[in-house]
């Protein structure tokens, strides 16, 4: 027997660490400085949080997401799992633990398909947390149907010269380069006619239009950009994998970074749950406590089970995604996983909210930015209704229909099929009457 939900006592002292390290060192961060975490380190700011990048990097736990070759500690999903589950509390801990979406996805599929060169250039400078990366694939008029991109790369002697428009590429105004997803072949399926280039994002001709901000935030803050590709020249050697491997690649990076995004939600989500037990416990109403009222009591069960229910199966997830070192195997549950995360965080949070009362509502309290986060979960890599039917097709693909008329466990023939087998002790009994 093989199952076991403990973390060893070893790792367990390393998990507390962060534990307490991220709730006294790493969450002021986010008061201090919100929404800089993609914007490079200068200044007080260097001075600041450089000391915590090294203090992390001392206890080993720098870019755990990655292998030693890599100068990670190749902790696998399993282990990674529970020390996201700590870094989701806080927008800054990814970045002070060097494992920050949409980095690590980067990361990886440059560490999987990159050249030498390209290592060199991109993959080490990204992986010492020096400079950051963009990957730029959803266009206007379309994210969730790629196949639907009109951004054009052409070949110009030992060029590509890229056309075109891309949406929500999110860091570009920050990031030192883009990995652009365009169509190279336009007269075979998308499938085979699209790639990868490696850009550096002061490329002429790179145009960031407008960055755009999610709702709370202030219009100086918004990192979403709309970038139009105008004419932009690459080499040959910008080509990241090789030609028409696209998709291939897209799957490798978004499998990856979406049972991230549900590691750190975990952590978001206990602290809506943690918010919640605190204020019932504490607040007083028509006699008695809130926690004492059955309604309330009934939010935190819910959440409770909710939370529990999600924790497990991405953990499972994470365990899978170890034992078959393939993220092609475990897309359905990848998926599934995907499809949940929006839902657990929506429903912990605005119950958390609920139970705060007007407090709950204002800016002094973070339960509309969860709530708003659990929106984003429902779009980023995905609509969550594109992973129901990915879920779904997997989930098919182990059935086979019945030419019957009658469903397999139509109970009237399989009565008669039992009263046959067990024909010998059912005239028995007769015959005892
Ligand atoms: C915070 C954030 C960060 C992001 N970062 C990046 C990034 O860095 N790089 C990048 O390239 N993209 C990024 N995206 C874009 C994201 O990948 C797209 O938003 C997503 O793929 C959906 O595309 P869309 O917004 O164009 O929606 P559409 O494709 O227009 O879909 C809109 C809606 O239509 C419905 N729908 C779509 N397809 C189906 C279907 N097959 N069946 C049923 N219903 C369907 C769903 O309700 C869906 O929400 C980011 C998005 C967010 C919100």
Known sequence: MAWDFETDAEYQQVLDWADDFVRDRVEPLDLVWPHQ?????????????????DEVRQRGLWA????????GQGYGQLKLALLNEILGRSQWAPIVFGCQAPDTGNAEIIAHYGTDEQKQRYLRPLLDGELFSCYSMTEPH??????????????????????????FSSNAATASFLIVMVVTNPDVSA???????????????????RNVGLYGERDDEGSHALIHY???????????GGEGQAFVIAQTRLGGGRIHHAMRTIGLARKALDMMCERALSRETQGSRLSDKQFVQGYIADSYAQLLQFRLMVLYTAWEIDKYNDYKKVRKDIAAVKVVMPTVLHDIAWRAMQVHGALGVTNEMPFLGMVTGAAVMGLADGPTEVHKTTVARQVLRDYEPTDDTWPTEWIPRKREAARARFADYLEAEVGNL
Do not use: C
């Not at 975490?37 to 200068?42: G, K, N, V």
């Not at 639907?148 to 052409?154: E, G, N």
């Not at 105008?230 to 990241?240: F, G, K, M, T």
């Open 142 to 167: 379309a994210g969730a149907d790629p196949t639907l991109f009109t951004t054009r790369a052409v070949r110009d002697g030992d060029d590509w010269v890229i056309n075109g428009w891309k949406f």
């Open 37 to 53: 975490q993609f914007t490079p380190l200068e200044g007080k700011r260097r001075e600041a949080i450089t000391p915590l990048k």
């Open 191 to 209: 499938y085979q006619g699209m790639s990868m280039f490696l850009v550096p994002t002061d490329t002429p001709g790179v145009k960031i239009v």
């Open 230 to 240: 105008d004419n932009v020249r690459v080499p040959n050697e910008a080509l990241l």
């Open 64 to 71: 755990t997401h990655l292998g030693p070759e890599l100068g």
